[in-house]
Every structure is written in structure tokens, then in C-alpha cells.
């Protein structure tokens, strides 16, 4: 007994220190993915944003790495998709996933979030990305199969959407069923002032207040882990008539005198999945 101690104490020390090398070799790998996606040419018109989407400080916040199957909710003109596809890599995978369409959908968005699954794929190939495969749908066209096989679920400056629309409750119960048991849900949306109220923040500015949005998410099953404010801007002023629009990029109402605050103060939210 005695002669075996020293060995059983040596070899607890050194596991560890083992899982410790694979860790630092793991977020070497993913910091070099993640430098070789930002940099590359296909990205040339994107990066203008990345001083203020700061892509790879939050995707590392959201704990997203090459190989994870990863959701990203509204893709919309796809910029983070252009970031997500080279960076997820060949053993990843890409989901686009817009909003189930429904008797109750606005007509005004069933053109803008119809129809994904048919669209988006072709798409994504006119941008010529190497990297994972990319499906998408509609969330209504999703199969059981696909529930507990997902990584991460992102959702960048959507929320907002899904609250003045009325779909909150089901889109976010349909991420959750989506997520692993270890699964994240991650989260960029505009942030009103604390003492903004219920009239301008209900989504049809584009501004929600933070603690607003950690309740309706920890509701529907998911339990705050973190925030950062990697993409907080003091600048805005998150008070406009015509709402966040006014802000670069969008500039709805062409006030110049805005350019300078540039985009929206941002908050960054991690939700882990509750079973």
C-alpha cells in the first residue's frame, strides 16, 4: 500500500495537467479557424462590421467551436452566416432556421422568412463558402429527429422580432427542444435604457430591455449563465422616434449626425439549457 500511493497521487496530478494541454490545443485550433475566417476575402464587405459585431470576442463568449452544430436564428442576409460556415469547419454544422409560417404570420413577413429551407441553401452557395453544410427551414419543418442534436442556438438582433410578432413562445420552445442536455442558447439584441417603457420597448423599436429579455428567456426553459457587454456602445442613445433603424446600418431617416454613434448599444446574453 504504501509503495502505491506515490504512484496513484502522481497519476491524479497528471490528469489534469493533461486535460489542460487538450483544452489549450482545442482554443488554439479554434482561434486559428477563427483568424483565417475574419481575414478571408469572401468577408471583404462584412468586416466594416466587425468593429462593431465583434465576431470572434462573441463567439467565444457563446463558447461556439469548429466541429459544434450550431443554429443561427434569422439569418437574414447572412453575415454571421458568412463568419459561422468557414468557421464551424467540415465536421460542423450550419442550420438556418427562420420562424414557422402560420395563419396568424404577418403578411408582411412571410416573404422576408418563407420559404428558407428552398432559398437560403442556394444562397449560401452563390457566396462560395468551404466549411460546414448548410440546411435551413422554417421552423415548422423540422422533425423530431433533429431534437437534442444541437450545440448552440444564436440568435443575433432577433428577439425583438419575435416579441412584437407574438411568436416568442413558440420559437423559443422549439430552440429548446433543439438544444443538447448541455446545450447554449446565445444572444445579441439591441438594449433600451433600464428606464425605458413598456410602449417603446415591446419590439417595434427594436429596443428591449435587458432584464425583460433574461425573463421571457429563463421562462421557456433556459437558465442565465452569463452576460458581457463585448458589443455595449455608451454612444447610442437608444431613444429614436423611428427606432434603432435610424443607426447605422440601416440610417432609416438619413440623420447624418448619427453616423458617428455607430451601431446599437447591444446586450450579450448566455443561456444554458434547463431539463
Same mark, same amino acid.
Given at each position: 500500500?504504501?509503495?502505491?500511493?506515490?504512484?496513484?497521487?502522481?497519476?491524479?496530478?497528471?490528469?489534469?495537467?493533461?486535460?489542460? =494541454?487538450?483544452?489549450?490545443?482545442?482554443?488554439?485550433?479554434? @482561434?486559428?479557424?477563427?483568424?483565417?475566417?475574419? &481575414?478571408?476575402?469572401?468577408?471583404?464587405? +462584412?468586416?466594416?462590421?466587425?468593429?462593431?459585431?465583434?465576431?470572434?470576442?462573441?463567439?467565444?463568449?457563446?463558447?461556439?467551436?469548429?466541429?459544434?452544430?450550431?443554429? !443561427?436564428?434569422?439569418?437574414?442576409?447572412?453575415?454571421?452566416?458568412?463568419?459561422?460556415?468557414?468557421?464551424?469547419?467540415? *465536421?460542423?454544422?450550419?442550420?438556418?432556421?427562420?420562424?414557422?409560417?402560420?395563419?396568424?404570420?404577418?403578411?408582411?413577413?412571410?416573404?422576408?422568412?418563407?420559404?428558407?429551407?428552398?432559398?437560403?441553401?442556394?444562397?449560401?452557395? @452563390?457566396?462560395?463558402?468551404?466549411? $460546414?453544410?448548410?440546411? $435551413?427551414?422554417?421552423?415548422? *419543418?423540422?422533425? +423530431?429527429?433533429?431534437?437534442?442534436?444541437?450545440?448552440?442556438?444564436?440568435?443575433?438582433?432577433?428577439?425583438?422580432?419575435?416579441?412584437?410578432?407574438?411568436?416568442? =413562445?413558440?420559437?423559443?420552445?422549439?430552440?429548446?427542444?433543439?438544444?443538447?442536455? !448541455?446545450?447554449?442558447?446565445?444572444?445579441?439584441?439591441?438594449?433600451?435604457?433600464?428606464?425605458?417603457?413598456?410602449?417603446?420597448?415591446?419590439?417595434?423599436?427594436?429596443?428591449?430591455?435587458?432584464?425583460?429579455?433574461?425573463?421571457?428567456?429563463? $421562462? =421557456?426553459?433556459? &437558465?442565465?449563465? &452569463?452576460?458581457?457587454?463585448?458589443?455595449?456602445?455608451?454612444?447610442?442613445?437608444? !431613444?429614436?422616434? +423611428?427606432?434603432?433603424?435610424?443607426?447605422?446600418?440601416?440610417?432609416?431617416?438619413?440623420?447624418?449626425?448619427?453616423?458617428?454613434?455607430? @451601431?446599437?448599444?447591444?446586450?450579450?446574453?448566455?443561456?444554458?439549457?434547463?431539463?
Amino acid at each position: 500500500m504504501r509503495t502505491f500511493l506515490p504512484i496513484a497521487a502522481a497519476l491524479a496530478m497528471a490528469v489534469p495537467a493533461h486535460a489542460g =494541454h487538450h483544452e489549450k490545443a482545442a482554443g488554439s485550433q479554434a @482561434e486559428t479557424a477563427m483568424q483565417s475566417t475574419l &481575414a478571408d476575402t469572401r468577408r471583404d464587405k +462584412d468586416r466594416a462590421r466587425d468593429g462593431f459585431r465583434h465576431p470572434a470576442q462573441t463567439l467565444e463568449f457563446f463558447k461556439v467551436t469548429p466541429g459544434m452544430t450550431v443554429v !443561427d436564428y434569422m439569418p437574414g442576409s447572412g453575415w454571421y452566416t458568412r463568419v459561422l460556415v468557414p468557421y464551424l469547419g467540415a *465536421q460542423g454544422r450550419y442550420i438556418g432556421l427562420n420562424p414557422a409560417i402560420t395563419p396568424a404570420t404577418p403578411k408582411r413577413l412571410v416573404g422576408y422568412i418563407g420559404g428558407l429551407r428552398e432559398k437560403f441553401p442556394a444562397k449560401a452557395k @452563390e457566396w462560395k463558402l468551404t466549411g $460546414a453544410p448548410v440546411e $435551413a427551414y422554417n421552423t415548422d *419543418q423540422l422533425t +423530431d429527429a433533429m431534437n437534442g442534436t444541437v450545440d448552440r442556438a444564436l440568435i443575433f438582433r432577433g428577439m425583438h422580432n419575435l416579441h412584437r410578432f407574438g411568436m416568442m =413562445h413558440a420559437e423559443l420552445s422549439r430552440l429548446h427542444a433543439l438544444l443538447s442536455d !448541455d446545450g447554449m442558447l446565445g444572444i445579441v439584441q439591441h438594449r433600451a435604457k433600464p428606464w425605458a417603457d413598456g410602449v417603446y420597448t415591446n419590439g417595434h423599436k427594436g429596443y428591449m430591455r435587458q432584464k425583460d429579455v433574461i425573463g421571457l428567456v429563463e $421562462a =421557456h426553459g433556459f &437558465a442565465l449563465v &452569463a452576460t458581457s457587454e463585448v458589443n455595449a456602445n455608451p454612444k447610442d442613445a437608444a !431613444d429614436y422616434k +423611428d427606432g434603432v433603424w435610424e443607426l447605422p446600418p440601416v440610417m432609416r431617416t438619413k440623420r447624418e449626425a448619427l453616423r458617428p454613434t455607430g @451601431e446599437s448599444d447591444r446586450m450579450t446574453l448566455l443561456f444554458r439549457k434547463r431539463t
